[in-house]
């Protein structure tokens, strides 16, 4: 095919007509004059038997042997089976999108379809569905620990190395718990990312067995008769203010998990009834306890003092939030019980162990404590089923610790029917 059909002088003493006019040079390339004078480079050719057309530039800007280079090298990419104008294309995408990222890391903002982009997405679709502050400590852990390492890196740039970098320094701290965590938080993102097409494959997946198991570990408890009714007496003579004593009196007499009792509110609170209907986020249920006699005198002692506000036992900070969930373990510290000793979550070790021991019904302890049949049906059963047994031993729970409290020789009781 004839080529390079052109002169300079012949292209650049080219005048416009009154439609548009093409000086061939071969091979494809030509010079578009425009009536207005403008003088465009095209290139035609074909590529899957489909004829296309490339610009290749503005003359003078681009001269004749500028545009007889690009043409050769869109030649070129021709016969490897490359469409040239498919590469210009995804350069500009490419382009654009970098702009639009320097824009959105101007704002603050994380960028497209990177790792902390995808994620966001994903925690703004489960927002609904996690109660309390449990979301904003799923988004503290990405904040604190995985967007510093591979927010920016694209959704499908992260390998499993990258990931285990990020919980290996809390293997190495002895953090297994939250190494687990954060491990299992990431699969849950791309969950989300493989679901909506961003990628196939989960790397996180693959460290899972590289983070050792974390042994359990019981969380210290009294269970001996008489250092309870010592910790009762201490819990009694406790010095703090009003609501941090009204929130150590009522633990040991309800047994629940210390961040249920801390975030407490009053409208879940109906003392006529004597009843706190709490909805629990750790088993997301709705539980029932029972309040007996002396639960209700603590709340009513509070209420004069926090009823008006939405938490039973709020901050000290005035800042409408609850009571912090240090405030009860720095309260048993206070009274010389360190976490070898006794502490808040055990409470319930106590009562447990103790309510066993009398012989009061495993399945009401055990619905008391909200360790809930993973069987909807059996746990709606055994609701029902105890929730009159529940109230007696309620009630037989908090005379039991006045008894030990007040120094009686208590001895171990057995249920009443």
Known sequence: MAKELLKPATVSNAKPGDKDKRLNDGNGLYLLIKPNGAKWWRLDYSIDGKRKTLSLGVYPATGLADARRKAEEAHAKVANGTDPSDIRKEAKAAKQAEAENQKRLDSGLPILNSFEYITRDWLASVEHTVIGNTH??????????????????????VKSPHVFEIVKPLIEAGKLETAHRIRSEISAAYAYAIAHGFIDYDPAQAVTKQIPAKKVEHRAALTDPKEVGQLMRCIDGYLGTLVVQCALK???????????????????VDLAAREWRPFVTKTSALHLVPLSTQAVAILEAVKPLTGSGRYVFPSSRGDHRPMSENTIRTALLTMGYNSDTMTAHGFRGMASTLLNEQGWSPDAIERQLCHMPKDQVRAAYNRAQYLDERRRMMQAWADYLDGLKNGADVLQFKRTG
């Open 250 to 268: 009522i633990s040991p007499l309800l047994f629940q998990r210390p961040g249920e009792i801390r975030q407490m509110e009053w409208k879940d």
């Open 136 to 157: 904003q400590k799923k988004i503290g852990h990405f904040e604190k620990y995985v967007f510093p390492a591979i927010g920016r890196m694209g959704i499908n740039e």
